[in-house]
């Protein structure tokens, strides 16, 4: 069975640093490509960062030069560092992979997407 468990996230002070997990189960990195998506309250769920197969990377204009995605292929596990926070970035944060997660998270074209993990809290407040 596919499965992505997500962790990290919790509280932090505007400037402050997070860094969120995504362990992968049931299937191996370099066989799909991975997004990270949050949803604010009262808001639609974004996509802000993928990494493809290849190692490519895309960022979101609100998190370009804060965040970034990585993967380790022996931990089976994709990262999200998260620097310089605002409150803005206060959201429950999604990892996702699939096929055309690239689609996914540019496109906003969520049948790409195959399987998500549980979303994790990230609260950015002094």
């Known amino acids: 069975q596919e499965q992505l468990v997500q962790s990290g996230g919790g509280l932090a002070q505007p400037g402050g640093s997070l860094t969120l997990s995504c362990v992968a189960s049931?299937?191996?990195?370099?066989?799909?490509?991975f997004g990270w998506f949050r949803q604010a309250p009262g808001k639609e769920r974004e996509g802000i960062s993928c990494?493809?197969?290849?190692?490519?990377?895309y960022y979101d204009d609100s998190v370009k030069g804060r965040f970034t995605v990585s993967k380790d292929i022996a931990k089976n596990t994709v990262y999200l560092q998260m620097t310089n926070l605002k409150p803005e970035d206060t959201a429950v944060y999604y990892c996702?992979?699939?096929?055309?997660?690239?689609?996914?998270?540019?496109?906003?074209?969520?049948?790409?997407?195959?399987?998500w993990g549980q979303g994790t809290q990230v609260t950015v407040s002094s």
């Open positions: 996702a992979a699939g096929f055309d997660a690239w689609g996914a998270v540019i496109g906003g074209l969520l049948g790409g997407i195959e399987v």
């Open positions: 990494i493809h197969t290849n190692d490519a990377t």
């Open positions: 049931g299937f191996t990195l370099n066989t799909k490509g």
